[in-house]
């Protein structure tokens, strides 16, 4: 089941959007496994979500613009350890479950910002800061143990810096970026590394 409510105010504070959202998500999974020495079966079987998220944007002119985000994330991963089987279907270590009380990979608290600059009618430069806070990770072991190991990663704030200048009547779009400009080293998921500091270019043309 998931459910979700939200409210919109525009100029309560004069040239000040606001928006806040709440949602709620109840889901049921079940996954077995089955090992090719020894059989053990496992999985996830529910997993409950709820959070926030907050935005405000100030719209201080035609050429300038400050927005800010927060987002509140938490739930329960509720998961079976997988249990172990003997040649002749014996238990030999039994299913376990446990209860975590956050999300895998998945940050409680997600903070940011921009600022966006119109230096003239045809550009645009935006400039923004996120600040994801604490997760855990997990990886199934290797076979027939199928125990998952538990990573904390800790948290990071990453800047990023986007232009675009506008041609031809908008037709012709010259854009750019650059993310994670201050090469922060950080780690998103259990064995996969973040590539630092990347520059992207573009043109886009439409007919």
Do not use: C, W
Request: zero cysteines.
């Amino acid at each position: 089941m998931y459910y979700n409510a939200g409210i919109q105010l525009r100029d309560i504070i004069p040239k000040t959007t606001i928006e806040a959202l709440y949602f709620n998500s109840d889901v049921e999974v079940d996954r077995i496994f089955i090992g090719a020495a020894d059989g053990f079966a496992g999985g996830f079987d529910n997993v409950r979500i709820q959070g926030i998220e907050l935005s405000t944007t100030v719209q201080v002119n035609d050429k300038f613009a400050i927005s800010s985000f927060y987002n509140y994330l938490d739930g329960k991963l509720d998961t079976r350890i997988p249990g172990t089987f003997g040649d002749f279907g014996e238990v030999l270590v039994p299913i376990r479950e446990v209860t975590f009380n956050n999300l895998l990979s998945r940050p409680k608290h997600r903070v940011g910002g921009n600022i966006k600059l119109n230096p003239t009618r045809n550009s645009t430069i935006k400039v923004e800061a996120i600040y994801v806070g604490a997760r855990i990770d997990g990886i199934p072991r290797s076979i027939p143990t199928g125990f998952r190991l538990i990573e904390e990663f800790d948290p990071y704030t990453i800047m990023n810096l986007f232009g675009e200048i506008r041609l031809l009547e908008n037709r012709l779009v010259v854009f750019g970026d650059i993310k994670n400009l201050l090469n922060e080293n950080f780690q998103e998921r259990v064995g996969f590394n973040t590539i630092g500091t990347a520059l992207n270019v573009g043109v886009k043309y439409a007919f």
